[in-house]
């Protein structure tokens, strides 16, 4: 299968990303390994941390069999984007929504999501090639946003982050979500150094979205 519509494919059937701001490698990759424990489908490594771009080295080869996806988050411009990649990033994410951005990542086949919180942003987004839109700020716009949006746009393709949590999860995926990306809310337990700990969120993350699924 095309390497682009696996990565898909995988964030779709798991239905969660986990965000992570992680101040170093080993940190990243303890998370991450909790992460892959619990179920979740894709990791984001935002670019707010520094040396992001070697985190992203480090995670890509460690696991380089694809049993988790390494992705890069708050990704601003197309130049961070190519870094991105380079560092061997499978899928970009934004906060906004940047064209130059969709566009680079089209160019090399790289799975794009762009942060929108408008309906007329996430139109522009998906004309320009999005292949799904973040609903950026979740917890400004929350679970009844998507609702509404899926009025008019039933085949827009969103992903919420921010807002999350395990008390409404199942609501943002029967409103009409494919996926969720969640940060403190799961990665928690990385500050105290109980990375068990975000293997059970996890866990309960995953549970929660199988059971919206299937109601």
Known sequence: MHQKVEILRKIMDSGLVAVVRAENPEKARKIADACLKGGV???????????AADVIKELTSIY????IIIG???????ETARTAILAGAQY????????????????????????????????EAMEAGADVIKIFP?????????????????????????????????????N????????????AG????????ITEVA?????????????
Request: contains cysteine; hydrophobic residues 40%; charged residues 20%.
């Open 190 to 197: 990385a500050k105290t150094g109980d990375y068990e700990s």
């Open 176 to 187: 009409g979500c494919l996926a969720v990306g969640v940060g403190g809310n799961l990665t």
């Open 138 to 174: 979740g917890e400004t716009l929350g679970p009844g946003f998507i609702k509404a949006v899926k009025g008019p746009l039933p085949q827009a393709p969103l992903m919420p982050t921010g807002g999350v949590s395990l008390d409404n999860v199942g609501q943002w995926i029967k």
């Open 92 to 123: 970009i994410v934004s906060p906004s929504l940047n064209f130059e951005t969709i566009k680079l990542c089209n160019r090399y086949q790289v799975p794009v999501m762009p942060g929108c919180m408008t309906i007329k942003e996430i139109v």
């Open 41 to 51: 489908a894709a990791i984001e490594i935002t670019f707010t941390v520094p040396g």
């Open 72 to 78: 890069a988050g708050t990704v601003l411009d197309p």
């Open 203 to 215: 866990q309960q993350f995953i549970a929660k979205i199988k059971e919206a699924r299937t109601k």
């Open 64 to 67: 380089k069999s694809g049993e």
